[in-house]
Every structure is written in structure tokens, then in C-alpha cells.
């Protein structure tokens, strides 16, 4: 019974393009992070002086926006991540477990 089930869902159209839409959201979600990591990273090595101006007169420099820039952005695309899995992803999911129960 189990056996026939996970073969259903698998031959399912709407599992194969679950697996794909989310496979490829994550991605693009991965790369954007990277990009902003990897790119305050190279900006600390190759560029310190940037990062260690200061904004104004006080002593706040570039550092610190950049990196709670760094730091939420990692939020805010969890946070997409999670309201597209809750709404989209979910309902392509229910939609195969009644499949699979026909």
C-alpha cells in the first residue's frame, strides 16, 4: 500500500513541478545570499578603509549599516522563503497528498 502511494506522488505532474519551482526558488534565495555575504566579505579584504569610514562626524562608520544590512537581509529572505512555502508550496503539497489518496 505504502509503495503504491509514494509511486502515485511520484508519477504526480504536480510533485515533479513542486520539486522544480522549489528547487529553483532555493536556489535563487541561496545565490542572493552568497552574493551579499561573499560580497561584504571581498569589501572587508580587499577594501577595510571603506568599511572603517566614518558616516558622519560621530564615530559610526560604513561598517555597521553594511553589516546589519548582512544580517537582516538574511532574515528578509528566510522570511520570503517561508510566506512562498506557507502559501504556494503548501498548496501544491495538499493538492498531491488528496491525489494520492484517490
Do not use: C
Not at 511520484?10 to 519551482?21: D, E, G, R, W, Y
Not at 545570499?33 to 566579505?41: C, E, S
Not at 580587499?46 to 553589516?67: D, E, K, R, Y
Amino acid at each position: 500500500m505504502q509503495d503504491s502511494m509514494i509511486e502515485r506522488v511520484q508519477n504526480n505532474p504536480k510533485f515533479h513541478q513542486l520539486v522544480a519551482t522549489r528547487s529553483r526558488f532555493s536556489w535563487m534565495l541561496t545565490i542572493a545570499m552568497l552574493v551579499i555575504y561573499y560580497g561584504f566579505i571581498l569589501l572587508v579584504a580587499f577594501s577595510p578603509a571603506t568599511l572603517g569610514t566614518p558616516i558622519s562626524n560621530g564615530v559610526t562608520t560604513w561598517g555597521i549599516p553594511v553589516g546589519i544590512f548582512v544580517i537582516l537581509s538574511a532574515f528578509a529572505l528566510t522570511g520570503i522563503y517561508v510566506r512562498r512555502a506557507n502559501t504556494e508550496f503548501d498548496q501544491l503539497t495538499r493538492e498531491l497528498v488528496e491525489d494520492a489518496k484517490q
